[in-house]
């Protein structure tokens, strides 16, 4: 396509109205694990083993490069699975990964196998604090950059945190699954790789669990490619067209996502059963301009903590029936989740203690249903919260 046309536009579009034989207007999927050689005895075909290379899976793969900005991206299982592709192709000799102190849980789980079992170290740090993070980038190989943080919604600088690892020759990797590309784009601001689970945003749908490496240079993305081939971690080609179909209406729903969110914050915020609620978009948030300045917009992710404890969570869960009691965000259906007894179990109660996530707190991911029906099924519930603690 024209590169006239936006990121968003070409990414959003790859491998539409690009089949040569039938003129299908969608790829079609190529479930196939094998590919012949047409040429009988010579040089290797674009394509010979699904593991290596599949024609399905690499549409995928244009399109996230594409909304990144990147020069290619590797599809694999699960977003754990691009992680561990990422830091093993990146971290060598036992080299230090800086990771934010509150990291996704798994990704937290991944790094300290990884090093109990030597393949590298890990120093964790609360990458807001520009001080702490620098003094980490000192001494490490790869900084490893959340933002927003799950659960609590805070922001870390994109522009100076990469820009302080590379004054160091410390590699940059941002996993921006919380934002998805069309909120934010690290590579605009020097990030080197960009990691996806794309069972959150990118498919939307609650119904596919993979991931994706996007490298900003072709030597990076040969790299990863050489590496997700050796563990084995590459995605299904039905995987990879599912994700692909929901990706063709990401920006449509991170549209609406986004607006009803804003509207669930201002009525959380006037809640007298709500204490305190963490939306970049308002701007009581102590980071709002940050937000405003690195973000396109500022996401369907809102926490909040509820006045009276562990009842008044109870009542509140209770009487919500459009918000499900789920795990996992960035699906078109609405859920809410309880941190510390459902996402953030593997913490120890001091360690969620210390990252601020008390048993009052809650998560929402908003999802894209009407508008007015979630604010009523929200209002109900609150107001049984505001019932059992008696405020
Ligand atoms: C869900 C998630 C992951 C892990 O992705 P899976 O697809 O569940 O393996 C990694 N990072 C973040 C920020 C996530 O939300």
Redesign the pocket.
């Known amino acids: 396509m024209s590169p006239d046309f936006s990121a968003l536009a070409r990414g959003l579009r790859t491998g539409l109205n690009a089949d040569p034989r039938h003129a299908a207007v969608v790829p079609p999927i190529y479930p196939s694990t094998t590919f012949s050689f047409p040429d009988g005895i010579g040089p290797k075909p674009p394509y010979d083993y699904s593991r290596c290379g599949n024609p399905t899976r690499d549409v995928l793969g244009d399109a996230i490069a594409t909304l990144e900005g990147g020069a290619g991206a590797v599809i694999t299982s699960?977003?754990?699975?691009?992680?561990t592709v990422a830091m093993l192709a990146l971290v060598t000799d036992g080299g230090t990964v800086v990771a934010p102190k509150d990291?996704?849980g798994?990704?937290w789980r991944l790094l300290n196998e990884l090093a109990s079992r030597r393949v590298l170290e890990v120093v964790y740090v609360e990458q807001r604090d520009f001080a702490a993070l620098e003094a980490a980038l000192d001494q490490a190989a790869v900084v490893l950059i959340?933002t927003p943080t799950?659960p609590l919604l805070r922001l870390v600088d994109l522009e100076a945190s990469i820009a302080a690892a590379h004054d160091r020759g410390v590699i940059a990797v941002v996993?921006n699954?919380?934002c998805s590309p069309v909120r934010q784009r690290p590579m605009d601001f020097g990030a080197d790789v960009v990691?996806h689970?794309?069972?959150?945003f990118i498919n939307g749908h609650s119904d596919v669990?993979?991931?994706a490496v996007v490298s900003a240079t072709g030597e990076t993305h040969e790299h990863m490619a050489h590496w997700a081939n050796v563990i084995g971690t590459t995605a299904s080609s039905f995987d990879s067209w599912f994700a692909l179909r929901g990706l063709r209406t990401l920006d449509a729903r991170v549209r609406v996502n986004d607006a009803n969110t804003a509207r669930i914050a201002e009525v959380l915020q006037s809640h007298p059963a709500v204490s305190v609620v963490y939306w970049p978009g308002l701007t009581s948030h102590p980071q709002h301009e940050l937000a405003t300045r690195q973000q396109r917009s500022y996401g369907s992710m809102v926490s909040f903590e509820l006045i009276g404890g562990l009842p008044a969570v109870e009542a509140f869960v209770g009487g919500l029936e459009l918000f499900i009691l789920a795990e996992?965000?960035g699906g078109v259906e609405s859920l809410v989740a309880h941190p510390v007894t459902m996402t953030h179990t593997s913490m120890t109660p001091e360690a969620q203690l210390a990252a601020g996530i008390s048993e009052s707190l809650l998560r929402l991911s908003v999802g894209i249903e009407p508008i007015d029906d979630l604010v009523t099924d929200l209002t109900a519930a609150l107001d049984r919260a505001v019932a059992v603690s008696g405020n």
């Open positions: 699960s977003g754990m699975a691009a992680i990291c996704y798994g990704t959340e799950n996993d699954t919380f990691i689970s794309t069972t959150k669990v993979g991931g996992s965000l």
